[in-house]
Nanobody, 126 residues
Framework: QVQLTESGGGSVQSGGSLTLSCAAS????????MAWFRQGPGKQREKVAS????????HYADSTAGRFTIFLNGNKKRLVLQMNDLRPEDSAEYYC???????????????????WGQGTQVTVSS
């Protein structure tokens, strides 16, 4: 059973930085996709960034490119999202997700993920 546990959310002023972390357990496949999604109040869920298990294929939404960095840490079972230059519109619940049926370049194209974390709140004040 795959379990994802996010941490690192919080409140920050505009222009500040936060780092989100997601620990994955029960992940036995050697290739997979991992991603961060977010959903703000009254908004649709948005994929913020994705990465392949090799770490070679990272992809960002237009709204986060150049400000956010996604990477895998340690034994590649910890997903990290470094968020810089945060804006009020970045405020949302952030979710970690993983999909084991795809990997590599496919990670940037898929939006349906099988396993999800419980979410962590990010609030950016102006």
């Amino acid at each position: 059973q795959v379990q994802l546990t996010e941490s690192g959310g919080g409140s920050v002023q505009s222009g500040g930085s936060l780092t989100l972390s997601c620990a994955a357990s029960g992940l036995v496949e050697s290739t997979y996709c991992m991603a961060w999604f977010r959903q703000g109040p009254g908004k649709q869920r948005e994929k913020v960034a994705s990465i392949s298990s090799s770490g070679n294929y990272a992809h960002y939404a237009d709204s986060t490119a150049g400000r956010f960095t996604i990477f895998l840490n340690g034994n590649k079972k910890r997903l990290v999202l470094q968020m810089n230059d945060l804006r009020p519109e970045d405020s949302a619940e952030y979710y970690c997700a993983t999909e084991t049926r795809y990997s590599g370049e496919w990670c940037s194209q898929i939006n349906t993920y099988r396993y999800w974390g419980q979410g962590t709140q990010v609030t950016v004040s102006s």
